[in-house]
């Protein structure tokens, strides 16, 4: 019967479009991780990988591979221009919380000015004419979306350190730090392969190419760039251990 056989077109091709869409997971995490380093410590990276998915679904769907375009670099902007439209429609700082911070920093300022030290909570509520109570929520809603620092705090608590709030392992000091030498660390390593090597570690890495694509770009089968691929991953490990790292743990 037509209607069955259409069904089951249907049913082949929502399949394939799964398919798809569970080899190209990896690429909806790199571009997120990608975005995600350049935006305020409060955004969550697994908002932008879900934003991502849906790009990749819809890439999946409307995909024509006629136009001769290899399917990864048709996604990646579909994934990264979903991203960007759930952070447009995430309004992650509002024009109100912009206009308070300025409001904020404007009494903050001219209190600073006058006092010649930094104002106590209370003091900024009354330059600001709300209730103390009311400051205390304003500045937690300015602090969540990182516009306002920690440091505020009530006249009693004036000889305290400021207030301690953490932020992401990612996001910590100490934790950036170790990340710049692992990445130093890296590149030292990618010096020691031969140049063959270090061109399938970058278009794979650094360009986000597939397997295929990269043996396109290098005249070769994307068997053989899956065994330089892992070639180059055992010599970069080696060269690791001898620098006395073989575990990311060490960082």
Same mark, same amino acid.
């Given at each position: 019967?037509?209607?069955?056989?259409?069904?089951?077109?249907?049913?082949?091709?929502?399949?394939?479009?799964?398919?798809?869409?569970?080899?190209?997971?990896?690429?909806?995490?790199?571009?997120?991780?990608?975005?995600?380093?350049?935006?305020?410590?409060?955004?969550?990276?697994?908002?932008?990988?879900?934003?991502?998915?849906?790009?990749?679904?819809?890439?999946?769907?409307?995909?024509?591979?006629?136009?001769?375009?290899?399917?990864?670099?048709?996604?990646?902007?579909?994934?990264?221009?979903? #991203?960007?439209?759930?952070?447009?429609?995430?309004?992650?700082?509002?024009?109100?919380?912009?206009?308070?911070?300025?409001?904020?920093?404007?009494?903050?300022?001219?209190?600073?000015?006058?006092? @010649?030290?930094?104002?106590?909570?209370?003091?900024?509520?009354?330059?600001?004419?709300?209730?103390?109570?009311?400051?205390?929520?304003?500045?937690?809603?300015?602090?969540?979306?990182?516009?306002?620092?920690?440091?505020?705090?009530?006249?009693?608590?004036?000889?305290?350190?400021?207030?301690?709030?953490?932020?992401?392992?990612?996001?910590?000091?100490?934790?950036?730090?170790?990340?710049?030498?692992?990445?130093?660390?890296? @590149?030292?390593?990618?010096?020691?392969?031969?140049?063959?090597?270090?061109?399938?570690?970058?278009?794979?890495?650094?360009?986000?190419?597939?397997?295929?694509?990269?043996?396109?770009?290098?005249?070769?089968?994307?068997?053989?760039?899956?065994?330089?691929?892992?070639?180059?991953?055992?010599?970069?490990?080696?060269?690791?251990?001898?620098?006395?790292?073989?575990? #990311?743990?060490?960082?």
């Amino acid at each position: 019967m037509p209607t069955t056989a259409a069904a089951q077109k249907t049913k082949g091709s929502t399949a394939k479009r799964d398919r798809v869409v569970m080899e190209h997971l990896p690429l909806v995490k790199a571009i997120a991780v990608r975005v995600h380093e350049n935006l305020p410590v409060h955004v969550d990276l697994d908002d932008l990988v879900h934003a991502g998915i849906l790009g990749l679904f819809d890439a999946a769907t409307k995909y024509n591979p006629d136009k001769q375009v290899a399917f990864s670099s048709y996604a990646k902007h579909r994934i990264k221009g979903a #991203i960007l439209d759930s952070l447009r429609q995430l309004d992650w700082a509002s024009r109100d919380l912009r206009r308070r911070h300025k409001q904020v920093e404007a009494a903050t300022r001219d209190l600073a000015a006058s006092l @010649q030290r930094t104002p106590t909570e209370t003091e900024i509520a009354a330059k600001m004419g709300v209730e103390v109570e009311r400051w205390r929520q304003m500045a937690l809603d300015l602090r969540n979306v990182g516009l306002v620092s920690a440091s505020t705090r009530a006249a009693e608590q004036e000889d305290l350190p400021a207030p301690d709030f953490p932020s992401k392992p990612e996001t910590q000091p100490d934790n950036m730090c170790a990340r710049r030498q692992l990445r130093e660390l890296l @590149q030292g390593a990618m010096t020691r392969l031969p140049e063959r090597y270090q061109k399938v570690v970058v278009l794979y890495y650094t360009n986000e190419m597939t397997m295929k694509e990269i043996g396109g770009v290098m005249g070769i089968n994307e068997s053989r760039v899956s065994q330089i691929h892992k070639a180059a991953l055992e010599k970069m490990a080696t060269a690791l251990e001898e620098a006395g790292i073989d575990s #990311i743990r060490a960082f």
